[in-house]
């Protein structure tokens, strides 16, 4: 029996129309878990990036890159994981969102090893969590609890390597460089106080 969830009538229309409703069932029968198993931590640990999907209140959605050094996601118990929210460009259309619709998509992608996992559930934002200092640069800690974990198919992930880390990725000791566009004068007249671009 599939999880009611995981399909809404327009999912079923269209496995109806293409004749994969067993399919379908069966992947979640197989596939879909509501706990990190030690192959999903491995690969969302080593990440050093991975997509974020919100909606607002209204369920409009939105979709975002989420990237550091690799572990700066980390899984902290069997349905929780956890990464930092650094500084960005002051929109806070993610975290904006999880605060008015906490219901939230992760997509990791092992671009070198092809393998992905999403993992859905709901976040939760956090300015005094006790993963806070151990995340340089970090601005707040998000949590995610997760509702349901499941690998895809990783056939039409192109293999590509790392051949750098972000040099504006916070680490322990170093100050990452300015950005140029917050050095452009027609930003830098409304940065925050305590924006080092200042």
Do not use: N
């Given at each position: 029996m599939s999880d009611p969830a995981m399909y809404h009538e327009g999912a079923r229309r269209l496995q109806d129309h293409f004749e994969t409703r067993a399919l379908a069932d069966r992947l979640v029968e197989v596939t879909v878990h509501t706990a990190f198993t030690d192959e999903d931590?491995?690969?969302?640990?080593r990440s050093?990036?991975?997509f974020l999907a919100t909606a607002d209140e209204h369920g409009?959605?939105?979709?975002?890159f989420k990237g550091g050094l690799p572990g700066f996601v980390r899984v902290v118990d069997p349905q929780t994981l956890a990464f930092p929210s650094y500084d960005g460009n002051g929109m806070f259309r993610s975290l904006g969102n999880i605060l008015v619709n906490p219901s939230v998509g992760l997509l990791f992608v092992d671009f070198e090893r092809?393998?992905?996992v999403?993992?859905?559930?709901?976040?939760?934002?956090?300015?005094e969590d006790p993963l806070l200092a151990e995340f340089a640069g970090a601005q707040l800690v998000v949590r995610v609890r997760a509702t349901r974990i499941f690998p895809n198919c990783p056939r039409y992930i192109p293999t590509m390597r790392l051949e750098s880390a972000s040099p504006y990725a916070p680490a322990?000791?170093?100050?990452?460089?300015?950005?140029?566009?917050?050095q452009r004068p027609v930003f830098r007249e409304v940065l925050p106080p305590n924006?080092?671009?200042?």
């Open positions: 931590r491995k690969l969302i640990e050093a990036m991975f409009q959605p939105d979709c975002s092809p393998k992905r999403r993992v859905s559930g709901t976040a939760t934002l956090h300015e322990p000791g170093c100050t990452p460089p300015i950005p140029e566009w917050k924006d080092p671009a200042r």
